[in-house]
């Protein structure tokens, strides 16, 4: 791997594993004074701990659809319970669920050379229904759902649902990489892939702006210059924001009153493009600040990091970060 195109697709890859590990413990908190209070400035990898003041996997629950069809395994006590951390046995640096699952994906691009939606949907289906293949506790909607429809008799590519969580996108990025020289077949992937699970015209218009990004980042443009063309042009509703008007706010009145902190792509796509105009210059600290937001930090920071690594490669983040991560990135270049 000697090219700029190789060696910023490369840096995609790893900042959207950095990003998501580095906003773990503080996934999905709320209340930012228990964010900072339990965990203070988050200037590196730490270990999740219980109890979690904003957790709402009391309120969760989640039948088996079927033999053969558990998801949850040894998790499955801890949901219902108060408190609960919803990555309580992660250790730090490690990635969360939906991450992991990019990994799988990752494995199939490596193995087959090519997008073999059938092939991942093996790894995908066994990871899943195999005891100990991971130690999230929390398992998303989505996932449910398809293993739900799966076990009802529909076919693998039959059990995506209608979507609207930003978790989907961090699963084309890999694509987007690998896919770096021929733009036009990732695109056509990059929607194959998110059709699996992550259906419905929110996230197909969102992936298609982060396919616009990082596709032309990764071929030489800087994030900062293809950011603003498209506040200019508003090539996509996701732009829509007077992001330049926010530039002397604080990024908790930004991202808090103007834009959600949750996980819906309506919002949470405009806060990670709203935090990689700001932070443009110093990725570091605005990895930082996308962690001290709270909400679905993880899945914003992983597209964050994915687009200051585009830009700067693995060089726009600390070594710490680099070294730091539990399971290294996959060699998919």
Known sequence: MTGERDKRALGALWGLFIGDALAMPVHWYYNREALLRDYGPIRTYLAPRNPHPDSILWRSQFASPGEGFDILHDQRPFWGQRGVHYHQFLRAGENTLNLQCARLLMESLRHCGQYDADDYLKRYIAFMTTPGCHRDTYVEEVHRHFFTRLASGLSPRQCGIKEKHIGGLVGIVPIIAHYRGDLPEGSVRAHEHLALTHRGPRMTTAAACVLDIL???????????????????????????????????????????????????????????????KYGHDPEQGVIANCHLGGDNAHRGALLGAFFGADGGVAAFPESWVAGLLEPVPDLL
Do not use: N
Request: proline letters at 5%; charged letters at 20%; one cysteine or more.
């Open 215 to 277: 596709q032309q980042v990764i071929a030489g443009a800087s994030l900062r210059r293809v950011l603003e063309d498209g506040m200019r042009s508003q090539r996509s509703p996701y732009f829509g924001h007077p992001f330049q008007k926010w530039q002397g706010a604080s990024d908790h009145d930004v991202v808090g009153r103007h834009l959600s902190t949750a996980c819906y792509v309506e919002d949470a796509l405009p806060a990670v493009i709203y935090l990689a105009w």
